[in-house]
T-cell receptor, first 114, second 112 residues
Framework: EAGVTQSPTHLIKTRGQQATLRCSPISGHTSVYWYQQALGLGLQFLLWYDEGEERNRGNFPPRFSGRQFPNYSSELNVNALELEDSALYLC?????????????FGEGSRLTVL | SQQGEEDPQALSIQEGENATMNCSYKTSINNLQWYRQNSGRGLVHLILIRSNEREKHSGRLRVTLDTSKKSSSLLITASRAADTASYFCATAPPGNTGKLIFGQGTTLQVKP
């Protein structure tokens, strides 16, 4: 069974540009989560999608947004990129929505903003 | 702000030795989870312990939870070089928020 897949693996952008990251959850998982892992800041919760709806978001500005498609895949958009957005962006999925069970993580997309 | 604080930040041991990592948190929790991350890659779930549980085992892993002290420990017995990784505790706040709050992690090096 395929795990959580993320693309692209690496992405280089310049300040002010937009980045789009994609995630496919494990088959049968309807919840998708996004986390940011920036150097020195650790893993920070970004977004939770379940059944196509945004259920919760972390303490990030509105230029971080996303959506979940009918097939439960998801994309994360970061607009007006800033240098401090450079980070590893991790997507995870779960069989049970919320924070009551384990998360299955993808390998991440490393975003570098120059 | 991060809820989990992990101790030590780094740990270096020889193969065959035991490794103990500690995690403290500040508010009430639904459950506490431990994850492993190999150098800049995705996280792998190790074990989940619920707030009404005190101890849990999985293979060479033993996790304890003391909600009165708001702390947890992860013990890896008979460590192997392949256990070299960063280990994170993650707390789930009450309510189904979908959010896990991760600690800063402990970097474990197991020398062959």
């Amino acid at each position: 069974e395929a795990g959580v897949t993320q693309s692209p693996t690496h992405l280089i952008k310049t300040r002010g540009q937009q980045a789009t990251l994609r995630c496919s959850p494990i088959s049968g998982h309807t919840s998708v989560y996004w986390y940011q892992q920036a150097l020195g800041l650790g893993l920070q919760f970004l977004l939770w999608y379940d059944e196509g709806e945004e259920r919760n978001r972390g303490n990030f500005p509105p230029r971080f947004s996303g959506r979940q498609f009918p097939n439960y895949s998801s994309e994360l958009n970061v607009n007006a990129l800033e240098l401090e957005d450079s980070a590893l962006y991790l997507c995870a999925s779960s069989l049970v929505g919320g924070n009551t069970g384990e998360l299955f993580f993808g390998e991440g997309s490393r975003l570098t903003v120059l | 702000s991060q809820q989990g604080e992990e101790d030590p930040q780094a740990l270096s041991i020889q193969e065959g030795e035991n490794a103990t990592m500690n995690c403290s948190y500040k508010t009430s929790i639904n459950n506490l989870q431990w994850y492993r991350q190999n150098s800049g890659r995705g996280l792998v779930h190790l074990i989940l312990i619920r707030s009404n549980e005190r101890e849990k085992h999985s293979g060479r892993l033993r996790v304890t939870l003391d909600t009165s002290k708001k702390s947890s420990s992860l013990l890896i017995t008979a460590s192997r070089a392949a256990d070299t990784a960063s280990y994170f505790c993650a707390t789930a706040p009450p309510g189904n928020t979908g959010k896990l709050i991760f600690g800063q992690g402990t970097t474990l090096q197991v020398k062959p």
